[in-house]
C-alpha cells in the first residue's frame, strides 16, 4: 500500500508538472483540492455520518489545513522549474528535518548516529541544488521552503494524532485548501482549449485522493518506523515519470544526491524501529 501511495504520488507530480505548462498555477491547485475534497466526503460520510466531522482541535485542524496549502502550493511552483526526480529527492528529507525540529523546537533526545543521518541527507539535498553552480538560482531554494512547511505538517499531525480520527484530518485538511483556494479562483480561471488538460487535471486529483487514502490504511495496518523506508521508492518513480513524460536523465551528482537521501532517511526509519523495540524490551 504504501509502495502504491509512493506511485500515485509520482504521478501527480508528474502530471502537475506536464499541467502547469498550460494551466494556471492557482487553478491548478483548486482543482486537485476540490477533486480531493469531494470525492472524500462522497465516499466517508455516507459510512460515517456527521460524526466524522467531530473534532476536539477545530483551529489546529485549520492550521494543518494551511499548511498543508502552502506546502501545495511550494510543490507546484517548485515542479515548473525543477525536474521531478531531484525534486522528489529533496522534498524526502523532510522526515530528517522532522528530526532536527524535534531536537530544537521540542528538546527531544536525538542520538550522534541519527544527527549523522541528518547531516548526510542535507549533503544529499546541497549536491543536488548545487550552490554556485551554474544552474543555480532562487527557484532552486523553493523544495527547501517546502520541506520547511512541511515538516511543521508532520510535526502537527504527529501530534493531532494522537487525539483526532485520520479520516477526520483528511477532510478536514481538503476543505481548508479548497475553500482557501477558491478566493484566489476568479482571478486565476481561464478556458481550457485541449481535452487533455482536463483529463490531466481530473488524473491529479484522482492520484491525490487514491494516494492519501490508502497510505492512511497502511499506517493502520503498521507502524509509521516501519513503513518510512518504503516512501522512499517515489525518488524511483519520480525519476522514471520525469524519464518517460520529459525525457530528463539526472546527472551522475544528482543521481548521488538522491541515493544519500534515500539511505540517510531510510537509515533513521529503521533506527526509529530498533529505538522502539530496546524501549518496549
Known amino acids: 500500500m504504501t509502495v502504491g501511495a509512493c506511485a500515485c504520488f509520482a504521478a501527480l507530480d508528474t502530471t502537475t508538472k506536464w499541467v502547469s505548462t498550460a494551466v494556471p498555477l492557482l487553478m491548478a491547485l483548486w482543482f486537485r483540492y476540490f477533486f480531493q475534497a469531494v470525492a472524500t466526503t462522497a465516499i466517508v460520510v455516507p459510512t460515517r455520518g456527521r460524526t466524522v466531522w467531530r473534532t476536539r482541535r477545530l483551529a489546529w485542524q485549520l492550521v494543518r489545513g494551511v499548511l498543508l496549502l502552502a506546502s ?25 528535518a522532522v528530526t532536527l525540529l524535534a531536537a530544537t523546537v521540542l528538546k527531544e533526545h536525538v542520538s550522534p548516529l541519527r544527527w549523522l543521518l541528518v547531516v548526510g541527507g542535507f549533503a544529499g539535498t546541497l549536491i543536488i541544488i548545487r550552490p554556485g553552480a551554474s544552474h543555480f538560482g532562487w527557484t532552486s531554494l523553493l523544495p527547501l521552503a517546502l520541506v520547511g512547511s512541511n515538516s511543521a505538517f508532520q510535526v502537527l499531525t504527529s501530534k493531532l494524532a494522537r487525539t483526532e480520527d485520520p479520516v477526520t484530518m483528511h477532510l478536514y485538511t481538503g476543505w481548508t485548501g479548497t475553500l482557501l483556494s477558491s478566493l484566489a479562483l476568479p482571478f486565476a480561471w481561464t478556458a481550457l482549449p485541449d481535452l487533455r488538460l482536463w483529463a490531466g487535471l481530473c488524473f491529479m486529483g484522482l492520484t491525490a485522493t487514491v494516494g492519501h487514502f490508502i497510505l492512511i490504511l497502511a499506517f493502520y495496518r503498521a507502524p509509521a518506523a516501519t513503513l518510512t523506508p518504503y516512501l522512499y521508492t517515489q525518488i524511483a518513480f519520480a525519476v522514471l515519470g520525469g524519464l518517460l513524460v520529459f525525457s530528463h536523465v539526472p546527472d551522475h551528482l544528482s543521481l548521488t544526491g538522491m541515493g544519500m537521501i534515500a539511505v540517510c532517511g531510510a537509515a533513521g526509519a529503521w533506527l526509529t524501529a530498533r529505538e522502539r523495540r530496546a524501549a518496549a524490551t
Open 72 to 96: 501545495s502550493l511550494l510543490a507546484f511552483l517548485s515542479l515548473r522549474y525543477m525536474p521531478v526526480g531531484e525534486f522528489t529527492a529533496i522534498v524526502m528529507i523532510t522526515p530528517l
